[in-house]
């Protein structure tokens, strides 16, 4: 395989031509298969299978046991049609070596004719049992003659991710047209930049052993990922993505922003009314961050701490650099309730330093609305608070030189890109500060937000309580409204979290009605309140503000609360159904506890029995409270998905590489990039395009 043409960015490419230039591909299948996000033909190649079915040989019916998936071949002895609860057709496959029922509730005359008793069938499926013996149900069926040999496939038969009206065989034709140009892969790494066990193995060959596996293939190994074959694209995928970042990074070197010196002395007024001292290390993200702002390059820094390290007031400080010398900052929140409640917090810090904090949000009034876009496009406004609705068309500001990000997991890559470009003012960009408590690990986070500067705030306040974490079967019920009534005895506020398995706000928010209507009924001296999803959202947020102004006592909520809500005299939060949440999830919301000076418990409840899973995050809880640890423990137990998917986290998901389990990669990843960046700048080019299509995911500017 020679390395001089770039095979992919050569238009006469068949790898590069749309799907439709293949064989059995039309319109329409060209359109369910880019629901798959296939477009062209070397898309497929890089369409992994999610598991193998072994067809390679036949096992003899005496062999079989319920669960398997097997090829088995034998002769009818008896089929029949019966009327059970419906009409199905069974069959009784016998070779010699045990027996085997068939049933079908689908057939036509014709297979029944067909598959009548002295028949030989080959069938291919799932082996159950039926507590005499075992049967498969609607088995894939084929007639093979006497005396013939029965034929197996070569290799391990691919499943493939799929979709509606895209079959698994459709897509073992495609792979295989796909896999026929294999020689169009140029390997472009070989020796020169990758070291063994990687280096033996082409992209190609590693691309033909994942989608055929020979017959002795570890399927094991190869479906957790840490088959060499899967490593080396891995490699080449974070590879192109610490590339891709690097350019990024690169190109907001050169883009403008308005320095922010602080003039005008309203840092120390700010610090001077301010009721605590910063931490040690708000005050040191606080500095990296001024530095920043007095660059003529747009700042580009993630600052993560950990639930209730307190990153508004750092943000805050930002504002006023921008503020001090007439410019205006935005700061998006990714919820309704928290913009609010950052519209307090800034307002009732910077009203007496006369500057006017603006909240966008959906439920102004028109009149009030018309009012507020006056106010930020006359500049008048120098803060502006609100979701993403800040970034509507008709939100114009006069002076943007500062975009704050709260709680960016919510918010995705693509988002933070197109909010750089909203607040552009021809060539002068805003200066970025992206905010978040999801701790990841720091290689980690490195690695997932190359093109970004890091901030760690890495202390907590002082005289913070730690949350006394309890883990109790929901049979103790009555012992835990006991705790409640006796907290609020004392003029303590709490939390009580109802979660459900499914992601269906309906039933969740059905759960959190009965539970304060039986709260009510146990407690009636309480004040209780209720917040949920399905609630209107002055509704929900009367009821918010209730709570944090301490007229209730109890407030019943789903997990709309998680993010950053603030009542510091809230000491007792009981989260039902615990085991069924993720670690950062559990991690966020018992965060909501011990913001003040007071002893705080979190009652986590669990309904019996617990998955191992499930104990060993219960468990993880009581023993820590680090939120970086946390995290760390709970990419071991569940994997990255989920803590680092787009949906958490706005991280580009991979193909093939998977950011926790490839740590192993990363070092050597970054070296090579450092590398192919100063040796090979084209192929820096043509590696991003192999591996993020044509549709950049990251908009090169
Ligand atoms: P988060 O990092 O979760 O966004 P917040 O900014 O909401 O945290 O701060 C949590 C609480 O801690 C707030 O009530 C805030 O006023 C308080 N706080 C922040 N910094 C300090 C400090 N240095 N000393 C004491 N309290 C602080
Ligand atoms: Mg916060």
Redesign the pocket.
Known sequence: MGSKAPARSDPGSPLDQPLQWLKGVGPKLAEKLARLGLHRVGDLLFHLPLRYQDRTRVAPLGALRPGMEVTVVGEVAFAEVVMRRRRMLVCQLKDGSGKLELRFFHFSEAQRRLWRPGAKLRCFGEVRSTGVGNQMIHPEVEVVGKTEPALVEETLTPVYPATEGVHQLTLRRLSDQALAHLDQVEDWLGERYLSEPLADLSLADALRYLHRPPPDADQTLLLSGEHPARQRLAFEELLAHQLALRKLRLASARLRATPLTGRGGLEARFLAAL?????AA?QRVADEIAADLQNAAPMMRLVQ??????????AALACLRAAGSGWQSAIMAPTEILAEQHYQ?LSHWFEPLGLRVAWVSGRLGAAQRRETLAAIAGGEARIVVGTHALFQDDVRFSALALVVI?EQHRFGVHQRMALRDKGRDGEIHPHQLI?T?TPIPRTLAQTAYADLDLSV?DEL???RQPVKTVVLAEARRAEVVERVAAACREGRQCYWVCTLIEESEALEAQAAEDTAAALAEALPDLAIGLAHGRMKGEERDRAMQAFKAGDLDLLVATTVIEV?V?V?NASLMVIENAERLGLSQLHQLR?RVG??DIASTCVLMYSPPLSEQGRRRLAAMRETRDGFRIAQIDMEIRGPGELLGTRQTGLISFRVADIVRDKALIGDVSRVAARIVGEQPGLADRLIRRWQGDKARYRLV
Do not use: Y
Request: charged fraction near 15%.
């Open positions: 009721p605590f001292a910063l931490t708000q701490g950990d639930v209730g390290s307190g990153k508004t007031v750092v917090t709260d905010m408590a705030i306040p002082p005289g950053g603030d510091p965060g913001r003040g």
